[in-house]
């Protein structure tokens, strides 16, 4: 298996003229790190900031719900109160875990990828990451050892038309 690049070296592979600035900001975020529909007014502010809440979508009044009109960035919310809850349970490093949960907010399986929560030789992996394309954009999200606390973006699609570089885990479940 190839070893996976971290979601701040795709600005190689991004298109466009904000892919580098989206990178670097990514950069900044991960230093430590290693390996829908149109619609709605994108949210403001840095897409690298993520709300507080670490309840599950749904769980109060003011936890953020998927915005199925909207774009990427008006669901980053949700994509990161998911992120933030499955971080915050036993199943912490579980990519599977991500993505049922990310399915039950209401995102689209058929648009996610997710990478493997183990190496070639067994050990747990340092870091997993997950995404959901969304149009154009990609909803992604980084957690493991070597990360710390969640990360989740929003970036480009890649060229190929995925959100990760590398092999990924099928989603066959």
């Known amino acids: 298996m190839p070893r996976l690049l971290p ?3 795709h600005s190689s592979a991004r298109r466009g003229g904000s892919s580098a600035l989206a990178a670097a900001m990514l950069a900044a975020v991960l230093v430590a790190c290693t390996p829908g529909n149109p619609g709605g007014a994108p949210s403001s502010g840095d897409p690298t900031q993520t709300p507080s809440n670490t309840g599950t979508p749904g769980a109060t009044a003011t936890s953020p719900t998927l915005v199925p009109d909207g774009t990427a960035a008006d669901n980053l919310p949700v994509f990161t109160a998911v992120t933030k809850a499955v971080w ?3 199943d912490r490093v579980a990519g599977r875990a991500y993505v049922d949960a990310l399915v039950a907010a209401g995102f689209d399986k058929s648009a996610m990828q997710v990478t493997e929560d183990t190496t070639t030789v067994g050990n747990p992996a340092e870091s997993i990451q997950f995404s959901v394309r969304w149009n154009e954009e990609c909803l992604i999200g980084q957690v493991g050892p070597a990360t710390g606390e969640p990360v989740t973006v929003v970036m ?6 995925t959100c990760l570089i590398g092999q990924t885990r099928p989603i066959d479940w």
């Open 7 to 9: 979601p701040f070296s």
């Open 88 to 90: 915050n349970s036993a």
């Open 156 to 161: 480009p699609v890649l060229a190929e038309g």
